[in-house]
């Protein structure tokens, strides 16, 4: 590729990062230049001259570099879809996939570099029919079983999905985005979460809803609704979290009132939230439905009561195997410091602040 076409390819995909129009660039550089221009740079048709390559590397907050840094692999279109994000502008959509796009571009390049590989096996789950609760349940009891997970809580859901050769990646993304999930190349697994979202307990669930639609979208009856198959991968995710028979073997059966304490428990042990545990009650008929409304009106109306409901109890660190790969790259004179910093999207003293060779 000339380098005219990976610059052009850079800026644009730079800009829509940014969420920024042309004429927005051209505002963020003082009018240096004109919107004609930045059409032609992103066209392969023109390069700006250094002064210009730097105000634009200023604004969009990125190295000179970046812009000429080549395309080792090709990224197709994800298959992946914003799922009732309908608060989430297009603008703000074309972003977040940008953002997908450069991470994962530079994740597959650093596991190409360190010769890793991809072991995701997608058939392995595409012979499920599910057409019902019980069928996504018996889903998570098997792919329990699979990943070894016994009936034990999960520590760390996005290590143990990268464990599984599932890329976990986190973008800045407005509020109304949670995650999605798909294939790259109808190759790699990915699973995108909103960096924002700082509780574990939502951040967990969103991480194993998206798992449920990343192995078994393929699987659900087609009678099924949108809302219907959104319905399934939430008990599939709740379900993954805590299985049935631990939840009822705590609780009990047929009760008329749960205590917080008793929950606060489980959330503690297990990370997961009040509200899917007393979902989970309900759909195990440990509550009656009406129950489980009188529970949500209560937390709607009393605010003492929803601090305490939708307090987080459960810490889980968030996992930097994409950091550690580049490290342990550099570590093993794979890499230089400046690769390092072009992967990490930081500068080369920051690279050699955070080394700490041993």
């Given at each position: 590729?000339?380098?005219?076409?990976?610059?052009?390819?850079?800026?644009?995909?730079?800009?829509?990062?940014?969420?920024?129009?042309?004429?927005?660039?051209?505002?963020?550089?003082?009018?240096?230049?004109?919107?004609?221009?930045?059409?032609?740079?992103?066209?392969?048709?023109?390069?700006?001259?250094?002064?210009?390559?730097?105000?634009?590397?200023?604004?969009?907050?990125?190295?000179?570099?970046?812009?000429?840094?080549?395309?080792?692999?090709?990224?197709?279109e994800f298959e992946v879809s914003f799922r009732k994000k309908n608060k989430v502008k297009v603008f703000e959509t074309n972003a977040i996939k940008e953002k997908i796009r450069d991470k994962v571009e530079r994740y597959l390049e650093?596991?190409?570099?360190?010769?890793?590989?991809?072991?995701?096996?997608?058939?392995?789950?595409?012979?499920?029919?599910?057409?019902?609760?019980?069928?996504?349940?018996?889903?998570?009891?098997?792919?329990?079983?699979?990943?070894?997970?016994?009936?034990?809580?999960?520590?760390?859901?996005?290590?143990?999905?990268?464990?599984?050769?599932?890329?976990?990646?986190?973008?800045?993304?407005?509020?109304?985005?949670?995650?999605?999930?798909?294939?790259?190349?109808?190759?790699?697994?990915?699973?995108?979460?909103?960096?924002?979202?700082?509780?574990?307990?939502?951040?967990?669930?969103?991480?194993?809803?998206?798992?449920?639609?990343?192995?078994?979208?393929?699987?659900?009856?087609?009678?099924?609704?949108?809302?219907?198959?959104?319905?399934?991968?939430?008990?599939?995710?709740?379900?993954?979290?805590?299985?049935?028979?631990?939840?009822?073997?705590?609780?009990?059966?047929?009760?008329?009132?749960?205590?917080?304490?008793?929950?606060?428990?489980?959330?503690?042990?297990?990370?997961?939230?009040?509200?899917?545990?007393?979902?989970?009650?309900?759909?195990?008929?440990?509550?009656?439905?009406?129950?489980?409304?009188?529970?949500?009106?209560?937390?709607?109306?009393?605010?003492?009561?929803?601090?305490?409901?939708?307090?987080?109890?459960?810490?889980?660190?968030?996992?930097?195997?994409?950091?550690?790969?580049?490290?342990?790259?550099?570590?093993?004179?794979?890499?230089?410091?400046?690769?390092?910093?072009?992967?990490?999207?930081?500068?080369?003293?920051?690279?050699?602040?955070?080394?700490?060779?041993?």
């Amino acid at each position: 590729m000339k380098i005219e076409e990976i610059f052009a390819k850079r800026l644009k995909s730079a800009r829509i990062m940014a969420g920024w129009s042309m004429d927005m660039l051209c505002e963020k550089i003082g009018n240096l230049i004109s919107k004609q221009s930045v059409s032609k740079y992103e066209n392969g048709k023109m390069m700006p001259d250094s002064s210009v390559l730097i105000a634009i590397s200023n604004a969009l907050n990125l190295d000179p570099d970046y812009f000429f840094r080549p395309f080792l692999f090709e990224l197709d279109e994800f298959e992946v879809s914003f799922r009732k994000k309908n608060k989430v502008k297009v603008f703000e959509t074309n972003a977040i996939k940008e953002k997908i796009r450069d991470k994962v571009e530079r994740y597959l390049e650093i596991e190409n570099i360190l010769g890793l590989e991809n072991k995701f096996q997608p058939t392995a789950y595409s012979n499920a029919i599910i057409s019902n609760a019980q069928d996504i349940k018996m889903q998570a009891i098997r792919l329990r079983e699979e990943w070894k997970l016994g009936k034990d809580a999960i520590n760390n859901v996005q290590a143990m999905l990268e464990t599984h050769f599932i890329k976990v990646i986190d973008v800045d993304a407005p509020e109304g985005f949670d995650g999605l999930s798909g294939m790259v190349n109808n190759k790699y697994p990915i699973i995108v979460l909103n960096s924002n979202i700082e509780q574990s307990e939502r951040r967990r669930m969103t991480a194993l809803h998206e798992l449920g639609h990343l192995l078994f979208n393929t699987c659900f009856d087609p009678a099924l609704s949108s809302r219907q198959k959104e319905g399934l991968c939430t008990i599939f995710a709740n379900e993954m979290l805590i299985p049935s028979c631990v939840f009822s073997g705590i609780i009990g059966e047929n009760r008329r009132d749960i205590s917080l304490n008793e929950l606060t428990d489980l959330q503690i042990l297990y990370g997961i939230s009040i509200d899917a545990m007393m979902m989970k009650a309900k759909e195990l008929n440990i509550i009656t439905e009406a129950r489980c409304r009188t529970y949500y009106i209560k937390k709607n109306q009393d605010e003492r009561f929803k601090r305490l409901v939708t307090a987080s109890r459960f810490q889980e660190k968030k996992p930097k195997r994409f950091v550690s790969l580049v490290f342990r790259a550099i570590a093993s004179d794979i890499i230089t410091t400046s690769k390092a910093a072009s992967l990490l999207n930081i500068s080369i003293e920051d690279v050699r602040n955070r080394l700490n060779l041993i």
